[in-house]
């Protein structure tokens, strides 16, 4: 081992100043494993279901017994030529599954059956969004693999294995190192979340490990162009952890830069209650796979016959949608991209900006008013899209203001109803006649002195105040834009 | 009686069952005593399952007086090598490693034979994890050759070579990786035959090399291998390397003669490599062809050497891989007082190997090690492409090639074990249909001068095990009939 070596946890990155980093780029690789959501495994006929009683889904092939035989379960391999086309990969027209070995007691046979040198899918890419635009990220390969069991450490009882998960489908979907930021590499995470939820291959649960990333990463003077000494943190289970991990890694490679050590390639772990990445094991000590193609499964054929057919079962994916949503309903490209993260929340917008001429206030209230009233896995919206198009319409005519708006996402999200039915019971109308605002504002402005010279000697959120006041009056069903008018109206006027 | 049936063949003990001239009880009872009083001595069985042997012969005989009309195989005493899966039989490999081990399943071919009635006398002795070729790696002691009982049976079916012998069995099933079929039987002079890859399903039997393995019959001569053949080349769906494909019912084809065929006699294999008495008698062998009407001419398969070193370096990486599941977690051996699950691994695997099984996995995972994969596993492959083109040249202009089986015959006891490089040229004539997938068939063709079996192997195209057969059966009732002429 390298003298340069840190002891796990050694280093706190505050001394990094934020001029330093900013000298640095990072250099990232994402690699994800996306769990398939086949009935059976991938080499035998268990069923993959999550949560099941230890060892109850297993048999001689999942449990390595000696003369067990795999053989490949046809819908993995289909699902992931899906993954594979819906990230505008190139689909191998032959391919091999390799054997992968190491020794640990949740692989059964010491190996893993995956592939090596021809990888199922190859040379693709996602588009992600960021906030200076559209970038591209390549797509090395995606290959399959199978999962291997699980450990059980019981306290002073020792270890068990449960090989339910040993034999469950997996792709592996590794990017180019093309990715810049944690906020890209979350974007990334995101589509690539987005399209494979839309092909149906997978639910990409991250809190059951059906979706699970390793992040590479190395960093660089800006303006070098050769690869830094890269380091691997593996497995971890959200978008929120991915980026911390990102973060942290980012200053401690530079802080050991800086501090003029050499970094060794090693894996890493992210922990995510200290938020720090520890080192697990160096290069020197890495395992050599021994990687052999896997004599008991022949070579496996892709006609192009399979191809046009699981071309076709493939939905309209997020892409695709996004460009519809921007150049026939107008939304903006980061409202479109948000909207079409998840299917069902792209469906349900199609189907309310359908039936109203204004598809913008539906997406806007989506990605608001309702997003603020959804759990954070949650996907269904118990509003049926006539009623939310409904509520765009009024808005949009200015029937209601944005307020309003939102109090009827919020009383139909808990008793769907018509919401015009609603408006017109509680009066809930907007009031846009003059007389009448222009006698509330003359009252604020009477009644808060105070307030009007803060707003002349320039103090902006004096003004919000003063049309707060206003709205108030209103029982908040003011017209916002026509209060401000009279508002500036009337007090320069009296100035 | 007893005696006599023992030395039936099948066909005929399939016969006399049919015609309730003998019982399945007294079939198998012939058997059983027969391995009581032998097997002492020759060491062919590691498990006996007499009492389910005899329930077995009983239901045999219990619905055979109800007059239904059974298998060929229904009451036919069979071993099968301890490599192949039997629910509810230990299954040893012939090794340590696998000590307790019970499999939940039976191997296809298992059920098959179940299905066809066979009864299963035991498990047959074999060198550990089919790794050798004179069963002197066995755990559980060495086998003797019957023919000469200070004399190797040859391996690693040895065990199933001498019960079939020695009557220990009327038929065995062993398996063939580069030669563990044909060399034994030559040795013990039966007849063997390793089918085409994929011919015979390899689910149950614990893997050597899986690229190479096959399962097949050992018999006593060429008809019951014909029968038991066509009972166990069935397609499996749970084998992904077990192939589709129908024979022709093969009695009928056993008839048809040597006429005709077109056998070529790689000059590479009748080289000084092989003994003088060897190839004296292959050699009067194929003239025996050629008087039966085969067409008979020399051919080259200059690769042949080159495809035996490939196939070492193919089987031991492949076999390092396979043994990798016994690591004392899950079944079989486990070495006392580990303090890690690193000392489980390395205690367990030292322990429960033997030194034969500890070399070969050595030298296959240096075969696959990142510094040497491309020298020796890549380079193997590569080789082993072009074997198989060099086959594919020569079945263009042959139906069949023959060689000799092996170099010698029959050696002693402890002659060779210090030198496993000896050992290993005894595959010599036999890799290369593994390499290249192809059937073949060892026949005895005479004796050398001390009396000692000489086989001649027959190797077919792919999927021609019936012009093997025609060609082999052709050649031995005719040495038969010579046979009964000189007495």
Not at chain 1, 154 to 165: A, F, M, P, S, Y
Not at chain 2, 129 to 151: H, I, L, Q
Request: net charge neutral; proline share 5%.
């Amino acid at each position: 081992m390298s003298r340069a070596q840190r002891l796990p946890g050694e280093r706190t990155i505050k001394m990094v100043s934020q001029n330093v980093l900013q000298k640095y780029e990072m250099v990232i690789g994402l690699e994800v494993h996306v769990e398939l959501k086949t009935r059976t495994k991938i080499f035998c006929s268990c069923p993959t279901d999550f949560g099941a009683e230890p060892n109850t889904q297993c048999c001689p092939i999942c449990a390595g017994l000696p003369g067990a035989l795999p053989v490949l379960n046809r819908q993995a391999l289909y699902y992931a030529i899906k993954a594979g086309l819906a990230t505008n990969c190139k689909i191998a027209s032959t391919t091999k599954q390799h054997r992968k070995h190491y020794f640990y007691p949740d692989l059964p046979n010491a190996y893993q059956i995956s592939q090596y040198d021809k990888p199922l899918c190859e040379n693709g890419y996602l588009d992600i969004e960021t906030g200076k635009g559209t970038k591209r990220i390549g797509i090395t390969r995606i290959h399959i693999e199978e999962d291997a069991g699980k450990l059980v450490h019981l306290e002073g009882e020792g270890t068990l294995i449960d090989c339910n998960r040993g034999g469950v489908p997996l792709i592996e979907i590794v990017s180019e190192p093309d990715i810049r930021s944690a906020e890209e590499a979350k974007a990334y995470l995101q589509k690539l979340r987005a399209v494979i939820m839309y092909t149906g291959i997978s639910d990409c649960k991250m809190n059951e490990g059906s979706f699970r990333c390793d992040v590479n990463i190395s960093v660089r003077k800006k303006g070098e162009k050769g690869l830094g000494v890269r380091a691997e943190i593996k497995n971890i289970n959200s978008f929120l952890f991915v980026v911390r991990a990102i973060e942290y890694e980012f200053a401690r490679q530079v802080e050991a830069i800086e501090a003029g050590e050499t970094l060794v390639q090693e894996t890493r772990r992210f922990d995510s209650a200290t938020g720090k990445t520890y080192s697990m094991r160096t290069k020197e000590n890495a395992t050599d796979y021994r990687y052999m193609p896997n004599p008991d499964l022949p070579v496996i054929e892709v006609t192009g016959e399979l191809l046009d057919r699981l071309k076709s079962e493939i939905p309209m994916l997020p892409d695709q949608r996004k460009k519809k949503y921007t150049e026939e309903y107008g939304l903006t490209p980061y409202a479109a991209e948000q909207i079409t993260v998840q299917r069902e929340t792209a469906d349900y917008f199609e189907k309310a900006a359908a039936l109203t001429d204004y598809p913008v206030l539906v997406a806007n209230m989506i990605l608001t008013d309702i997003a603020r009233l959804q759990q954070p896995d949650q996907t269904d919206i118990p509003i049926l899209p006539v009623h939310l198009a409904a509520i765009a319409q009024m808005a949009g005519e200015g029937r209601i203001n944005s307020r309003t708006g939102r109090i009827l996402v919020q009383e139909l999200w808990e008793n769907d109803t018509d919401p015009e039915k609603l408006v017109e019971e509680k009066g809930l109308e907007q009031i846009s006649d003059i007389n009448i605002l222009s006698g509330y504002a003359k009252e604020v402005i009477a009644e808060n002195p105070k307030t009007v010279s803060d707003y002349l000697s320039g103090k902006a959120a004096a003004f919000q105040a003063l049309v707060g006041q206003v709205m108030k009056k209103t029982g908040g069903r003011g017209n916002p834009v026509i209060i401000q008018e009279i508002l500036k109206r009337l007090i320069h006027k009296k100035e | 009686m007893k005696e006599e049936i023992t030395a039936k063949t099948v066909s005929q003990l399939s016969r006399l069952l049919a015609k309730k001239e003998v019982s399945a009880v007294e079939t198998v009872s012939a058997y059983i005593q027969k391995i009581q009083d032998l097997n002492g001595s020759l060491g062919a069985y590691i498990t006996v399952t007499e009492k389910a042997a005899l329930k077995q012969a009983e239901e045999v005989d219990r619905l055979r007086a109800k007059g239904e009309s059974l298998p060929l195989l229904a009451g036919i005493p069979v071993g099968l090598k301890d490599n192949i899966c039997t629910k509810g039989t230990p299954t040893t490999c012939a090794s340590r490693m696998l000590e307790g081990f019970v499999p939940p399943y039976n191997a296809f071919v298992v059920d098959l034979l179940e299905s066809q009635m066979a009864v299963m006398l035991g498990k047959l002795n074999m060198d550990e994890f089919a790794m050798g070729s004179s069963n002197e790696t066995s755990y559980f002691g060495p086998v003797r050759n019957p023919v000469d009982t200070e004399r190797v049976p040859g391996g690693s079916s040895g065990g199933c070579t001498a019960a079939v012998a020695a009557g220990l069995a009327a038929f065995a099933l062993g398996s063939d990786t580069a030669g563990s079929i044909r060399q034994p039987a030559a040795f013990c002079g039966v007849v063997g035959l390793k089918p085409t890859y994929g011919a015979v399903s390899r689910r149950g039997l614990v893997a050597l090399a899986s690229s190479l393995d096959q399962i097949g019959p050992i018999t006593k001569d060429v008809g019951d291998s014909a029968l038991v053949f066509e009972a166990i080349a069935k397609h499996d769906e749970q084998d992904a390397t077990s192939v589709r494909r129908e024979y022709p019912p093969l009695a009928k084809i056993l008839e048809k003669g040597a006429e005709g065929l077109r056998i070529g006699l790689p000059k590479e294999l009748f080289s000084d490599i092989i003994s003088g008495e060897v190839k004296t008698a292959v050699k009067a062998a194929a003239e025996r062809l050629e008087a039966l009407g085969a067409k008979l001419d020399e051919v080259s398969l200059p690769l042949l050497k080159a495809a035996h070193s490939a196939c070492f370096v193919i089987s031991a990486a492949e076999a390092s891989s396979n043994m990798g599941k016994f690591d004392g977690i899950k079944y079989g051996y486990r070495a006392k007082d580990c303090g890690s699950i690193d000392e489980i691994y390395k205690f367990s695997r030292s322990q429960g190997f033997g030194r034969g099984v500890k070399r070969r996995i050595l030298l296959g995972n240096l075969f696959l090690s990142a510094g040497h994969y491309q020298k020796y596993y890549s380079n193997a492959l590569k080789i082993r492409t072009l074997i198989r083109r060099d086959f594919e040249n020569v079945f263009e202009k042959f139906d069949l090639i023959l060689t000799p089986t092996t170099p010698t015959t029959a050696y002693k006891l402890g002659e060779k074990r210090g030198d496993p490089l000896e050992i290993y040229m005894g595959d010599i004539c036999t890799a290369a249909a593994n390499m290249a997938g192809l059937p073949a068939l060892s026949l005895p063709c005479g004796a050398d001068l001390s009396g000692l079996p000489v086989g001649m192997q027959l190797i077919g195209n792919a999927f021609d095990e019936p012009l093997i057969y025609r060609a082999a059966y052709a050649y031995e009732q005719s040495a038969k009939t010579a046979r009964r002429k000189d007495d």
